[in-house]
């Protein structure tokens, strides 16, 4: 089997993270904007790769007032940092069902390599004549690494928002047909 050019499906996938508030507890995120290209080669990972964008304004934490202030220049500074970039530098096959994607993450102009623990959990034929793939991806940045620093001191130690973020995605693809030029 060769490489397939995937395409998202972006009304059923996500992007979201949490990070520690307060000491205590985690918020939640997620960004509602990103795209893509996805190249998979389930017999041969290694060919497999990745690139996504995503809007750094998108961010949405369901909090307004936070979601403004994270999209200031005290975090990502979306108005001069527009997106979010990922693009796999290596694919390999952890285990049956399980790859290790490696690529450069670039948030803010700043960029470091990552690797994302990632599922494959199969393809399926859907109701509409299409097949689908699903992948779930985790890992862990510092936000520090990204120059995200923007912290307040707590009165009782510790601070107001803690430097790891946890990243997922939920990813469901449809394998991409070509539309024919329009006459």
Request: charged fraction near 25%.
């Given at each position: ?81 527009p997106h ?69 001191a707590l ?29």
């Amino acid at each position: 089997m060769a490489t397939e050019r995937l395409d998202f499906d972006l009304v059923h996938s996500s992007i979201g993270f949490t990070v520690r508030h307060l000491m205590v507890s985690k918020v939640h995120g997620r960004f509602s904007q990103w795209s893509g290209s996805l190249e998979f080669d389930e017999q041969d990972p290694g060919a497999s790769r990745v690139r996504v964008s995503v809007d750094a304004a998108s961010i949405d934490t369901r909090e307004a007032p936070r979601d403004a202030h994270l999209r200031s220049p005290d975090f990502l500074d979306a108005e001069h940092f527009p997106h979010i970039e990922f693009t796999s530098t290596s694919v390999t096959r952890a285990s049956a069902g399980e790859l290790h994607v490696t690529g450069d993450l670039t948030i803010r102009g700043v960029t470091r390599t990552v690797q994302l623990d990632a599922e494959y959990a199969g393809r399926v034929k859907d109701p509409w004549g299409g097949e689908r793939f699903g992948f779930s991806a985790k890992t862990t940045i510092k936000r520090s690494d990204f120059g995200l620093t923007w912290n307040q001191a707590l009165e009782a130690g510790g601070v107001v928002v803690g430097d790891r973020i946890e990243i997922s995605l939920e990813i469901e693809a449809v394998r991409h047909v070509a539309r024919a030029a329009a006459a």
